[in-house]
Nanobody, 128 residues
Framework: VQLQASGGGLVQAGGSLRLSCAAS???????TGWFRQAPGKEREFVAA???????YYADSVKGRFTASRDGAKNTVYLQMNSLKHEDTAVYYC????????????????????????WGQGTLVTVSS
């Protein structure tokens, strides 16, 4: 399975962007997640959505970012509103390759180690 992330760009603080993550094939995984990595920082969880529309968000983006999916297109989206300078990062989408065990709730979705397929990343730059 290949993932293609797109939609990044340069936007002013307070603006919006929509990221897309297109999969080459349907995966019977549990979650598709969005992660980001800012310069000099570790990769961090942003949001995740399951094929049954269960969603989780990092506290830093709750109320501003919304994950959604189009099953017919094997595509997951991340709508990002009220962007802040600190949202500047390379954003990656990833998907799991199997049902997760030994976890519950957001614990099955917010760890990068639970994801198997990764996209190449798309850069989001928010100017202050």
């Amino acid at each position: 399975v290949q993932l293609q992330a797109s939609g990044g760009g340069l936007v002013q603080a307070g603006g919006s962007l929509r990221l897309s993550c297109a999969a080459s094939a349907r995966t019977f995984s549990t979650y598709t997640g969005w992660f980001r990595q800012a310069p000099g920082k570790e990769r961090e969880f942003v949001a995740a959505i399951s094929w049954s529309d269960v969603k989780y968000y990092a506290d830093s983006v709750k109320g501003r970012f919304t994950a959604s999916r189009d099953g017919a297109k094997n595509t997951v989206y991340l709508q990002m509103n009220s962007l802040k300078h600190e949202d500047t990062a390379v954003y990656y989408c990833a998907t799991q390759n199997r049902v997760q065990y030994g976890c519950s709730g957001s614990g099955c979705a917010d760890a990068s180690s639970r994801y198997f397929y990764w996209g190449q990343g798309t850069l989001v730059t928010v100017s202050s």
